[in-house]
């Protein structure tokens, strides 16, 4: 079963605006990633987030993370239309493997 | 680094023929994995190595699955007989260190069966 669900499974917004995706997981976990993947692609690597951090930034993106909701979200500001991609958290939970979420599919008008 | 390859990039068979998927994984990492992507179940892991040996092959479908990786440098994962189901984006990924690093992923392999 999925341990990550994102939410919302899809967004639309015109470039400049912020996106902002949300990941719920159902166990405890050591660590939370954010991946990202372009039409046709493999996934890529965005950003990794410890359980004892509550909020981390790279570039354009932000991500957070409540453990005690068991939750994170990834806020990407001024967005390009380049952003255009399905972006998917993963956790290791109590697991020695990663599990991705379901993903969000953001589309960003020019 | 030229990162994780796979091929082919695409592949079209027909029912009941076998078909086999290639990855060279990053050099130096320790982990190989083997995901499934369909709409309709999203990303699977089907099996991962560790330093060549299989260690968790509990996604994969059934018997007519197999992997394997002779070396650090190659894996094979082998469907024989095919079935339309099994039409999917194949991907490989690696990480360096632990099963749960960050995973570098390649550019996959679509797979028709018809």
């Known amino acids: 079963s999925q341990q990550g669900e994102e939410d919302p499974q899809a967004l639309s917004i015109q470039e400049g605006e912020n996106a902002t995706m949300n990941c719920s997981y159902k166990?405890?976990?050591?660590?939370l990633q954010w991946y990202r993947q372009n039409s046709g692609r493999g996934l890529v690597h965005l950003i990794l987030?410890?359980?004892?951090?509550r909020e981390k930034h790279s570039g354009r993106l932000r991500v957070t993370l409540d453990t005690s909701k068991k939750s994170s979200s990834l806020l990407i500001t001024a967005s390009r239309a380049a952003d255009t991609a399905s972006y998917f958290c993963?956790?290791?939970?109590?697991?020695?493997?990663?599990?991705f979420g379901t993903g969000t599919r953001l589309q960003v008008f020019p | 680094d030229a990162g994780v390859i796979q091929s082919p990039r695409h592949e079209v068979t027909e029912m009941g023929q076998e078909v086999t998927l290639r990855c060279k994984p990053i050099?130096?990492?320790?982990?190989l994995f083997w995901y499934r992507q369909t709409m309709m179940r999203g990303l699977e892991l089907l099996i991962y190595?560790?330093?060549?040996?299989?260690?968790?092959d509990s996604g994969m479908p059934e018997d007519r699955f197999s992997a394997k990786m002779p070396n650090a440098s190659f894996s094979t994962l082998k469907i024989q007989p095919s079935e339309p189901r099994d039409s999917a984006v194949y991907f490989c990924?690696?990480?360096?260190?632990?099963?749960?690093?960050?995973?570098?992923f390649g550019p996959g392999t679509r797979l028709t069966v018809l």
């Open positions: 990924a690696s990480s360096l260190r632990l099963s749960t690093d960050t995973q570098y």
């Open positions: 166990t405890s976990i050591n660590n």
């Open positions: 987030i410890r359980s004892n951090e």
């Open positions: 993963a956790t290791d939970g109590d697991t020695d493997k990663l599990i």
């Open positions: 050099s130096g990492h320790d982990y």
């Open positions: 190595f560790n330093n060549n040996v299989p260690i968790d």
